[in-house]
Nanobody, 112 residues
Framework: VHLVESGGGLVHTGGSLRLSCAASGSTSFAIAEMAWFRQAPGKQRGLVAHITNRDETKYIDSVKGRFTISRDSAKNMLYLQMNNLKPEDSAVYYC??????WGQGTQVTVSS
């Protein structure tokens, strides 16, 4: 599975970004479990949000109510809508499929 993220950038506190992840390869996207992770400088990579093949979603507490994970299986796309961004959200965001395939990451920087 090949994953390519896009949509990162620099925003001010309170701003919004929408990350996208395009999936391709031999694994059927429709049955894959997908997730977004992030890694800030000097910190370990950690889970942000997860979506199952039944479109059930889970979020870490710090992003609940601000981030929304979604998928479009017909287009093989995964999304992360991020609203009310905070400086502590700054990190490289990674798309993940089936807990083992990774994209190259996209940088999100939130200025105070």
């Amino acid at each position: 599975v090949h994953l390519v993220e896009s949509g990162g950038g620099l925003v001010h506190t309170g701003g919004s970004l929408r990350l996208s992840c395009a999936a391709s390869g031999s694994t059927s996207f429709a049955i894959a479990e997908m997730a977004w992770f992030r890694q800030a400088p000097g910190k370990q990579r950690g889970l942000v949000a997860h979506i199952t093949n039944r479109d059930e979603t889970k979020y870490i507490d710090s992003v609940k109510g601000r981030f929304t994970i979604s998928r479009d299986s017909a287009k093989n796309m995964l999304y992360l809508q991020m609203n009310n961004l905070k400086p502590e959200d700054s990190a490289v965001y990674y798309c993940n499929a089936d807990w083992r395939h990774w994209g190259q990451g996209t940088q999100v920087t939130v200025s105070s």
